[in-house]
């Protein structure tokens, strides 16, 4: 199912999240790419099978900042954004 979901954000909201995102306070505000990517993550990881519940996602999210993964492996935002089937490609030519 893909959604299309609308989320109205004022200025002190986004620097909230680009905060989270990036682990780390800054004046910059979270752009709707990054947004996107903190939503993927955060739904990635409440559909992973081992989480017990919601708020361990939120409080590593909360704790590390924004981290992309692969079956549990934490990968670069440039191997994120390429997609799991370059990565799996990847490491099989490594092995």
């Known amino acids: 199912m893909k959604t299309n979901i609308s989320i109205e954000l004022d200025d002190s909201q ?9 682990n780390k306070k ?5 752009s709707r790419k990054e947004l ?5 993550i955060m739904i990635a990881d409440l559909l992973d099978q081992d989480i ?5 996602v ?6 590390e900042g924004a981290s992309y993964k ?3 492996i ?6 994120w954004d390429e997609g799991i089937h ?3 490609a990847k490491r099989k030519q490594d092995q």
Request: net charge negative; no cysteine.
């Open 70 to 72: 692969f079956n549990s």
């Open 26 to 30: 800054s004046t910059k505000l979270i």
């Open 52 to 56: 017990g519940n919601f708020k361990e």
């Open 14 to 22: 986004r620097d909230h999240l680009s905060n989270i995102f990036y």
């Open 74 to 79: 934490r990968v670069t935002k440039e191997e």
């Open 86 to 88: 370059v990565w799996l």
């Open 36 to 40: 996107n990517d903190l939503v993927q």
């Open 58 to 63: 939120t409080d590593v999210i909360a704790q």
